[in-house]
């Protein structure tokens, strides 16, 4: 099943192999029906050929064994496509722990990528081999999508949302990436290159850099010029909830339901803070909805993640149970 | 080669007949005639097939090379949207349904007319105001939001005519949801005495499945684009995530129409093969039940499909999974179909006239179409190849290959019918081998550009796609004369054919038992039907020699 058909690209990534061999299984199947098919209707076509001009051809119904046969055996052969096509999809969708985040911004028409130290490029993506790596991915207009046909991998780019895509790089290489997703004018030029490099080659690549501040550090300054540190006091005594060990735990709501601390609960509470009130809070805080760049939400979501470890005060937490791993 | 196995004799046209009962573009602009409004519409789909081919010239010229330069990128974008709005609204979804449906389900079923025929013309001029809208749009400006209309793309950024043409679908959507009324009131009420449910032809079932789409799908496709105009008018936030809306929600709603749109298409399509097969085979189809509960089964389930769409907008695991497996449900009754067409041919006796060589074209055509569906719908498989040439390529077979291809054969087995004359044999069947090889070398290099990862919509790509590229410009170019033949040559044969006669193949069909061209009230007495569809054995009528070969058992040779 690793047979790399030539119309196979590179395979570059941890999925590659993986999608080659279920595209190899459903190639195989397809072809055996679309011979077997082809072949019958091309012997008919010639062997009942009509000999005379008056005559007919011979009365047959149907057959119900016949019937249940091409009803069951698809079916069987269509479970083990969707099987085998699920196992795949799960693992794409569920990153692993542990992975290098690399935030990633689609914008018509260009893509700005943020490496973990703040070092920031415009439609290239630098990745070592070997490592786990995940894209939090935003867009600051239309839907975009981001490809890499060497890593088997896309992912919508939706506003208002973020969207996460995982896989490890498992060859050294420049390959293309593109947006494909229609997003407008210049959908085709919105494209670069990944470059897979070795983990040392990544490192010295990234100390190379100019020197932005990390989202982390942009995210903390961000925190106090926006003067969310006046509030969300992390010792719980603030007219808001401690952050302290919030991302990843849970947190019980006023209305009594209880919600995950993920990239999309902290989002919608910056910008929203009123869709979902913290058990015990008064709705105070101001919407931020349209006050921040896509870049700042990423950067103060990076800040708000480091506080996973920081000690959650015995009142005024605003978690119930912590993500901390 | 004779088309006309049964008599050699020299028909002539009937004195009287739909086509010359009443002089004047008045009596055609106000007809009630199914059969007339029927050829209103043929006209009308011709034109947006026509404006919709031109569109699609011009993309696979610009494609020859890597950097495009017949046009800006804006054009670009604007003619592949138009290619698809002009298609699929106008030229694909009344195709079959609006010409060959309306002509032929009074016919088939013994009827007069079909139950509302005012609303059938009313249904005609709806299609003529919408499109009107969109041809505006068109013209003032273009449209580049790409036929799937993703917000906020279309209710926010896009600079291009985006309005009036969500208006005109608008508008078209209720000539739809009209003509699917008409039909299933005229399919329940109005059949002939002794024409019980299961001796319709397949044709009318297919009609029947295709019309409770058209019910209810048609309004959700509708509303949904009203709201996409409303959010571009007056700014009210449903999609646009900066007004609180979903972009998301917005593809939810257009795929639960635009999915079943899909079988919309296709549906008819399959009716017109199953009519076909037995006709060119003389024999009864196989598994006539199995046949017709599989279009109900496809039109029933394809409404439960729509978010594999949309496994990679981010929706959740558990959704992606529930629709990977409905998807490969309805996978099954179509498999059901193509393994019973085949089976038909096995034992029958096969003339090699043309409406038999499209259905064969449409079966490959269809199989592959539908197995590469198959890929799609494969979780880990859609990651790779979604939103890439592949799934260019796929549709492209289903509904070229597989509806342009059903509605071709269709027109020409029913032309006889519906002009009264005969069309050129010899090049019909050319046409019909040019069309097959035109079509694959066109679609097919797009199954691998796909694979290849190169996206769909691009108005530019890497060089290395740049040889698959050509071969299907190449194949475009074949294809294009594969439909301009039978433009020529069909017109030709309205005055110059040779007199068809009632049946010409001869077929079984109750249309076939009324002169060609019909009278305006299709039958002199209304015809009582006391034969199963597709029975060859039990009618002396249509002057064959019942089979050689062993003898058949008593009851059916069912083996």
Same mark, same amino acid.
């Given at each position: 099943?690793?047979?790399?058909?030539?119309?196979?690209?590179?395979?570059?990534?941890?999925?590659?192999?993986?999608?080659?061999? $279920? +595209?190899?299984?459903?190639?195989?199947?397809? $072809?055996?029906?679309?011979?077997?098919?082809?072949?019958?209707?091309?012997?008919?076509?010639?062997?009942?050929?009509?000999?005379?001009?008056?005559?007919?051809?011979?009365?047959?119904?149907?057959?119900?064994? $016949?019937?249940?046969?091409?009803?069951?055996?698809?079916?069987?052969?269509?479970?083990?496509?969707?099987?085998?096509?699920?196992?795949?999809?799960?693992?794409?969708?569920?990153?692993?722990?542990?992975?290098?985040?690399?935030?990633?911004?689609?914008?018509?028409?260009?893509?700005?990528?943020?490496?973990?130290?703040?070092?920031?490029?415009?439609?290239?993506?630098?990745?070592?081999?070997?490592?786990?790596?995940?894209?939090? +991915?935003?867009?600051?207009?239309?839907?975009?999508?981001?490809?890499?046909?060497?890593?088997?991998?896309?992912?919508?780019?939706?506003?208002?949302?973020?969207?996460?895509?995982?896989?490890?790089?498992?060859?050294?290489?420049?390959?293309?990436?593109?947006?494909?997703?229609?997003?407008?004018?210049?959908?085709?030029?919105?494209?670069?290159?990944?470059?897979? +490099?070795?983990?040392?080659?990544?490192?010295?690549?990234?100390?190379?850099?100019?020197?932005?501040?990390?989202?982390?550090?942009?995210?903390?300054?961000?925190?106090?010029?926006?003067?969310?540190?006046?509030?969300?006091?992390?010792?719980?005594?603030?007219?808001?909830?401690?952050?302290?060990?919030?991302?990843?735990?849970?947190?019980?709501?006023?209305?009594?339901?209880?919600?995950?601390?993920?990239?999309?609960?902290?989002?919608?509470?910056?910008?929203?803070?009123?869709?979902?009130?913290?058990?015990?809070?008064?709705?105070? +805080?101001?919407?931020?909805?349209?006050? $921040?760049?896509?870049?700042?939400?990423?950067?103060?979501?990076?800040?708000?993640?480091?506080?996973?470890?920081?000690?959650?005060?015995?009142?005024?937490?605003?978690?119930?149970?912590?993500?901390?791993? | 080669?004779?088309?006309?196995?049964? !008599?050699?004799?020299?028909?002539?046209?009937?004195?009287?007949?739909?086509?010359?009962?009443?002089?004047?573009?008045?009596?055609?602009?106000?007809?009630?005639?199914?059969?007339?409004?029927?050829?209103?519409?043929?006209?009308?789909?011709?034109?947006?097939?026509?404006?919709?081919?031109?569109?699609?010239?011009?993309?696979?010229?610009?494609?020859?090379?890597?950097?495009?330069? #017949?046009?800006?990128?804006?054009?670009?974008?604007?003619?592949?949207?138009?290619?698809?709005?002009?298609?699929?609204?106008?030229?694909?979804?009344?195709?079959?349904?609006?010409?060959?449906?309306?002509?032929?389900?009074?016919?088939?079923?013994?009827?007069?007319? =079909?139950?509302?025929?005012?609303?059938?013309?009313?249904?005609?001029?709806?299609?003529?105001?919408?499109?009107?809208?969109?041809?505006?749009? &068109?013209?003032?400006?273009?449209?580049?939001?790409?036929?799937?209309?993703?917000?906020?793309?279309?209710?926010?950024?896009?600079?291009?005519?985006?309005?009036?043409?969500?208006?005109?679908?608008?508008?078209?959507?209720?000539?739809?949801?009209?003509?699917? #009324?008409?039909?299933?009131?005229?399919? *329940? !009420?109005?059949?002939?005495?002794?024409?019980?449910?299961?001796?319709?032809?397949?044709?009318?079932?297919?009609?029947?499945?295709?019309?409770?789409?058209?019910? =209810?799908?048609?309004?959700?496709?509708?509303?949904?684009?009203?709201?996409?105009?409303?959010?571009?008018?007056?700014?009210?936030?449903? &999609?646009?995530?900066?007004?609180?809306?979903?972009?998301?929600?917005?593809?939810?709603?257009?795929?639960?129409?635009?999915?079943?749109?899909?079988?919309?298409?296709? =549906?008819?399509?399959?009716?017109?093969?199953?009519?076909?097969?037995?006709?060119?085979?003389?024999?009864?189809?196989?598994?006539?039940?199995?046949?017709?509960?599989?279009?109900?089964?496809?039109?029933?389930?394809?409404?439960?499909?729509?978010?594999?769409?949309?496994?990679?907008?981010?929706?959740?695991?558990?959704?992606?999974?529930?629709?990977? =497996?409905?998807?490969?449900?309805?996978?099954?009754?179509?498999?059901?179909?193509?393994?019973?067409?085949?089976? !038909?041919?096995?034992?029958?006796?096969?003339?090699?006239?043309?409406?038999?060589?499209?259905?064969?074209?449409?079966?490959?055509?269809?199989?592959?179409?539908?197995?590469?569906?198959?890929?799609?719908?494969?979780?880990?498989?859609?990651? *790779?190849? *979604?939103?890439?040439?592949?799934?260019?390529?796929?549709?492209?077979?289903?509904?070229?290959?597989?509806?342009?291809?059903?509605?071709?054969?269709?027109?020409?087995?029913?032309?006889?019918?519906?002009?009264?004359?005969?069309?050129?044999?010899?090049?019909?069947?050319?046409?019909?081998?040019?069309?097959?090889?035109?079509?694959?070398?066109?679609?097919?290099?797009?199954?691998?550009?796909?694979?290849?990862?190169?996206?769909?919509?691009? *108005?530019?790509?890497?060089?290395?796609?740049?040889?698959?590229?050509?071969?299907?410009?190449?194949?475009?170019?074949?294809?294009?004369?594969?439909?301009?033949?039978?433009?020529?040559?069909?017109?030709?044969?309205?005055?110059?054919?040779?007199?068809?006669?009632?049946?010409?193949?001869?077929? !079984?069909?109750?249309?076939?038992?009324?002169?060609?061209?019909?009278?305006?009230?299709?039958?002199?007495?209304?015809?009582?039907?006391?034969?199963?569809?597709?029975?060859?054995?039990?009618?002396?009528?249509?002057?064959?020699?019942?089979?050689?070969?062993?003898?058949?058992?008593?009851?059916?040779?069912?083996?």
């Amino acid at each position: 099943m690793q047979a790399q058909l030539p119309f196979y690209p590179d395979q570059a990534s941890n999925f590659a192999p993986s999608v080659d061999a $279920l +595209m190899t299984f459903l190639i195989l199947v397809s $072809l055996f029906f679309a011979v077997a098919i082809t072949a019958a209707i091309v012997f008919f076509f010639f062997k009942y050929r009509r000999k005379s001009e008056n005559e007919v051809g011979y009365p047959i119904h149907g057959d119900m064994r $016949l019937e249940s046969l091409w009803i069951i055996v698809p079916a069987f052969l269509s479970l083990a496509m969707f099987g085998w096509g699920a196992v795949v999809y799960v693992d794409f969708r569920h990153a692993p722990q542990d992975t290098l985040d690399i935030y990633v911004i689609g914008k018509q028409w260009m893509w700005k990528i943020q490496q973990p130290n703040g070092r920031r490029e415009i439609n290239e993506l630098h990745v070592p081999i070997g490592r786990d790596v995940k894209l939090v +991915m935003a867009s600051e207009d239309v839907i975009h999508d981001f490809y890499v046909p060497a890593f088997r991998v896309k992912m919508d780019v939706v506003p208002g949302h973020y969207n996460t895509m995982w896989f490890r790089p498992t060859k050294a290489g420049t390959y293309r990436f593109f947006c494909s997703q229609y997003c407008g004018t210049n959908h085709a030029v919105m494209g670069g290159w990944v470059t897979v +490099m070795d983990p040392s080659d990544y490192a010295a690549w990234l100390s190379g850099s100019s020197g932005t501040d990390s989202p982390l550090v942009a995210g903390e300054k961000l925190f106090t010029e926006r003067a969310c540190v006046t509030c969300h006091i992390g010792n719980g005594s603030g007219r808001a909830p401690s952050l302290n060990g919030v991302y990843g735990g849970t947190v019980r709501l006023a209305d009594g339901s209880t919600v995950t601390a993920d990239d999309a609960y902290i989002r919608e509470s910056i910008l929203v803070p009123s869709a979902k009130i913290v058990a015990g809070y008064q709705p105070l +805080m101001p919407a931020f909805q349209g006050q $921040l760049t896509e870049d700042q939400i990423l950067s103060l979501t990076a800040y708000i993640k480091s506080l996973q470890s920081q000690p959650i005060p015995a009142t005024g937490a605003g978690v119930l149970t912590t993500g901390k791993k | 080669m004779s088309t006309s196995p049964t !008599t050699p004799a020299v028909h002539q046209l009937p004195e009287e007949h739909y086509l010359n009962s009443t002089y004047g573009l008045r009596s055609w602009l106000l007809t009630t005639d199914h059969k007339r409004i029927a050829l209103l519409y043929l006209a009308s789909v011709t034109f947006f097939f026509f404006i919709g081919g031109i569109f699609a010239t011009m993309i696979r010229i610009h494609l020859l090379t890597p950097n495009g330069y #017949l046009v800006t990128p804006e054009t670009y974008n604007k003619l592949f949207t138009m290619h698809g709005v002009a298609m699929i609204f106008f030229f694909l979804i009344p195709s079959i349904p609006a010409v060959l449906g309306n002509f032929l389900v009074p016919l088939m079923i013994g009827a007069k007319d =079909l139950a509302f025929p005012k609303i059938n013309l009313l249904s005609w001029y709806i299609y003529l105001v919408g499109g009107c809208f969109v041809l505006y749009s &068109f013209a003032t400006g273009g449209l580049d939001t790409g036929w799937t209309f993703y917000t906020p793309l279309s209710s926010v950024y896009s600079n291009s005519a985006v309005t009036p043409a969500v208006i005109g679908i608008f508008i078209n959507g209720f000539s739809s949801i009209l003509t699917g #009324l008409n039909f299933v009131v005229t399919i *329940h !009420t109005m059949r002939a005495p002794g024409m019980t449910w299961f001796r319709l032809p397949l044709f009318v079932w297919a009609q029947y499945a295709t019309s409770i789409i058209f019910i =209810l799908g048609t309004p959700v496709i509708a509303i949904t684009l009203l709201l996409v105009g409303l959010e571009r008018m007056f700014h009210l936030g449903f &999609f646009n995530p900066a007004l609180g809306g979903d972009p998301i929600l917005f593809q939810h709603l257009f795929w639960f129409y635009s999915h079943p749109a899909v079988y919309i298409m296709i =549906l008819p399509a399959m009716g017109v093969i199953s009519e076909i097969i037995p006709t060119f085979t003389r024999k009864p189809i196989f598994g006539y039940t199995f046949i017709a509960a599989s279009s109900i089964a496809i039109a029933v389930i394809g409404f439960f499909v729509w978010a594999h769409h949309m496994f990679l907008t981010g929706e959740s695991t558990y959704a992606a999974l529930a629709f990977s =497996l409905l998807s490969y449900l309805v996978a099954i009754p179509s498999a059901v179909k193509v393994f019973n067409w085949t089976s !038909t041919l096995y034992r029958g006796s096969i003339s090699y006239d043309t409406p038999l060589l499209y259905s064969l074209g449409f079966i490959g055509l269809f199989l592959i179409g539908g197995l590469t569906g198959l890929f799609l719908a494969c979780l880990g498989l859609d990651i *790779h190849i *979604h939103d890439t040439y592949f799934v260019v390529a796929h549709f492209h077979y289903i509904m070229v290959g597989g509806a342009v291809m059903g509605y071709v054969g269709g027109l020409h087995f029913w032309w006889p019918k519906i002009t009264g004359k005969l069309y050129p044999e010899f090049l019909a069947r050319m046409a019909a081998v040019i069309l097959f090889v035109g079509f694959n070398l066109t679609f097919f290099p797009q199954f691998i550009l796909g694979y290849l990862g190169m996206p769909r919509r691009y *108005h530019n790509y890497p060089p290395e796609f740049q040889v698959l590229n050509v071969m299907s410009t190449a194949g475009a170019s074949i294809l294009a004369l594969g439909y301009l033949l039978p433009m020529l040559y069909l017109t030709w044969s309205m005055r110059y054919g040779k007199v068809a006669g009632p049946n010409p193949w001869p077929a !079984t069909g109750l249309e076939w038992r009324t002169p060609s061209p019909p009278p305006t009230e299709n039958f002199d007495v209304t015809p009582v039907v006391d034969w199963e569809a597709y029975d060859f054995k039990n009618r002396p009528d249509l002057g064959l020699t019942q089979p050689s070969g062993p003898a058949l058992s008593p009851a059916h040779g069912d083996d």
